[in-house]
């Protein structure tokens, strides 16, 4: 039974977007900065193997089970770029304005702006646990050429919802976390989670 999570990321607007959606869950949803933990190194190609980095340092350094996402946008025309490196696209240290700026940059004489959100969700119950809960999910869309709307966070300003016609920052939070990548992923991350408490 898992009664305490830890949340591997000090994303303040991914912190939101997850606890939001365990919400109804009966299970104590703790940010990795209770436990003064430093970041994780993410020294891989594939999200999937980032994200269970940082799920099992997390879990070390807590000695509690950790959830860990690593997620980014992979655009067509840059053959799956920025991918992993989304939130350092433009360098350090990590900044939402340059990367879309730089984004629009690399892309202003494309025409192919088509893009997908990714999310690899990991969860760990301790460190070794040689079985981790993985999920995965995908929001497909494209790449305005001038940002819209206030909310969200990354790249959700540029990235076009085709289904609602708006982008990642201007869709509600509930609506947003119905259709994004990482709403996906955690569903069916809810989903093992329930199994494991049947």
């Known amino acids: 039974m898992l009664n305490k999570i830890v949340i591997a990321t000090s994303n303040a607007g991914k ?3 997850i606890q939001h959606l365990l919400a109804p869950l009966e299970i104590e949803v703790l940010p990795q900065s209770d436990f003064n933990i430093p970041e994780a190194d993410e020294p891989y190609f594939t999200f999937i193997e980032n994200a269970l980095a940082k799920a099992r340092h997390t879990s070390l350094h807590s000695g ?15 053959q799956g770029a920025p991918g992993v490196y989304s939130a350092r696209f433009a360098g350090e240290p990590k900044s939402d304005a340059r990367n879309n700026q730089k984004l629009l940059e690399v892309l202003r004489e494309e025409k192919n702006r088509q893009a997908h959100y990714y999310c690899a969700m990991v969860l760990v119950r301790s460190p070794e646990d040689p079985q981790p809960l993985i999920a995965q999910g995908i929001w497909r869309g494209e790449i305005l050429r001038a940002p819209r709307g206030e909310g969200g966070f990354g ?19 509930e609506i947003k976390n119905s259709i994004s990548h990482r709403g996906l992923a955690l569903r069916d991350m809810l989903q093992q989670i329930a199994q494991l408490h049947g």
């Open 15 to 17: 912190l939101r977007e």
């Open 64 to 78: 509690l089970p950790a959830l860990a996402d690593d997620s980014g946008i992979c655009v067509d025309a840059l």
């Open 155 to 173: 790249y959700d300003p540029l990235f076009l919802d085709p289904a609602s016609g708006k982008t990642g920052a201007e869709l509600p939070m």
